[in-house]
């Protein structure tokens, strides 16, 4: 009689287990996208986030032709926690793309409400550029600014040179 008896609470035990991780595993849920590249602004669902990008993507590209220096480029995105938690994620650059000879003179800051939460040299690859928390209920608007900084030095080298990069949050 005991051996059934620890053999049922086993049982009980595993399968409660199975099942707590499949609850976990569907709490978590994979980025959603909702528009499409013609849309006016990609609205991106993360566990209860919305982002919405000006311009009409998360993609931030200087065109060469005028992508010159003392020229800037900037993406502006806001961030609302819709969920009942708070919640922590990164904001990244993916899929970047740097062509530039001199990458000294390409620079960035991140703001949130107009205060620099990050800043450096515009990267070659990809990078985390912040790692931020929205309580319950709240709003950020975040800009990040690259600037083609004058220098001293010739800059022909880098005539017709592009960034690309995807702005992104996991």
């Given amino acids: ?23 976990i595993s569907y709490a978590y849920k994979p980025t959603t996208i909702l528009g499409n590249d013609n849309s006016r602004n990609n609205l991106f ?21 005028y992508f ?17 938690k708070d919640v922590l994620f990164d904001i990244s650059l993916e899929n ?12 960035y800051e991140l ?11 515009f990267p070659n690859e990809d990078i985390v550029l ?3 928390t929205l309580l319950k209920n709240e709003e950020k608007m975040y800009t990040l600014i690259i ?7 010739n800059q022909i080298v880098d005539n017709g040179k592009t960034i690309n990069a995807n702005v992104i949050l996991h």
């Fill in 130 to 132: 912040a790692n931020e």
């Fill in 111 to 121: 703001k949130v409400n107009n205060d620099i939460i990050s800043s450096g040299t």
């Fill in 96 to 107: 970047v793309v740097n062509t530039f000879e001199r990458k000294e003179d390409i620079v």
């Fill in 1 to 23: 009689m005991r051996i059934k008896r620890y053999l049922l609470v086993s049982i009980s035990c595993v399968l409660l287990l199975v099942v707590t991780l499949i609850f």
């Fill in 147 to 153: 600037k083609y900084s004058m220098s001293l030095e």
């Fill in 45 to 65: 669902k993360v566990k209860g986030v919305s982002i919405e990008y000006s311009g009409g993507s998360n993609i931030l590209n200087s065109n060469s032709d």
């Fill in 68 to 84: 010159l220096p003392g020229s800037t480029l900037n993406k502006t995105f806001v961030v609302r926690n819709t969920g009942d």
